[in-house]
């Protein structure tokens, strides 16, 4: 008699057991975030600031570390006049800062506006080759370039630089015409006077060291203008080359 060959039961699955095969989960690098953090962000900017600082201190004159920049609220004599409020001096005030006194500022005026020009007393002080400057207001020296003759504020007739000279005897020009022109000649003449005195003015209040302490009030100018000097005389143009 033949035997029978038992097959095996398979066994019956374990319900914990999944029903699919799951594949193996791999360890990887790239599983990690390797983004640039916030941290290395302010490191690099920092670092870069830094460099920036370096760079601008040795490479300056002024051995400044933003390049030279020197904001008004970073120099204490700019901040102490602005806490104090400016100044509003008349003409015979302003003379006495003119540097021989080192415990007041040293001003110079230039079209009413009085700057505070103290850190430079080497030049604007006693002994300085422009101390004439110092005490008081000379606009008109600053146009016409006569420092010895005209130190003084009166403005009248400085105009009259910039107007030509009427050199030429035999003009074919009417009356009318002539007047004209002169008129026209003289409204440019006023621009040029007052483009020289608003370049002055911003050359002071733009410079490094010097600052706009106040005002020059009162002084009221009278009596006959103020005659052109020599030199201002000498450089009219000619209306002979004009033309």
């Excluded at 608003?198 to 733009?206: A, S, T």
Aim: aromatic share 10%.
């Amino acid at each position: 008699m033949s035997e029978l060959r038992q097959r095996p039961i398979a066994t019956a699955k374990s319900s914990n057991e999944p029903d699919t095969p799951q594949p193996r989960r791999q360890s990887s690098a790239s599983d990690e975030d390797h983004g640039i953090s916030l941290l290395d962000i302010i490191r690099v900017v920092t670092a870069l600031l830094i460099g920036s600082f370096g760079l601008s201190y040795y490479m300056t004159d002024s051995e400044s570390v933003i390049w030279g920049y020197r904001p008004w609220y970073t120099r204490w004599p700019v901040v102490k006049q602005w806490v104090q409020g400016p100044v509003i001096l008349t003409p015979a005030q302003l003379s006495l800062y003119n540097g021989t006194d080192a415990t007041i500022p040293l001003y110079v005026a230039v079209n009413g506006t009085v700057f505070d020009v103290s850190a430079n007393r080497m030049i604007y002080g006693p002994g300085g080759g422009y101390n004439f400057f110092a005490g008081r207001d000379a606009t008109r020296a600053f146009v016409t370039g006569c420092f010895k003759e005209d130190l003084t504020a009166d403005m009248r007739g400085v105009e009259t630089m910039f107007m030509p000279i009427e050199d030429v005897a035999d003009e074919t020009v009417t009356p009318a015409q002539r007047k004209i022109r002169r008129e026209k000649e003289l409204r440019e003449a006023k621009a040029k006077v007052e483009a020289t005195v608003r370049r002055w003015v911003g050359f002071f209040r733009n410079h490094k060291t010097y600052f706009e302490a106040g005002k020059v009030v009162g002084g009221e100018i009278t009596g006959e203008p103020w005659p052109l000097c020599e030199s201002a005389q000498k450089q009219r143009p000619k209306r002979s080359l004009m033309e």
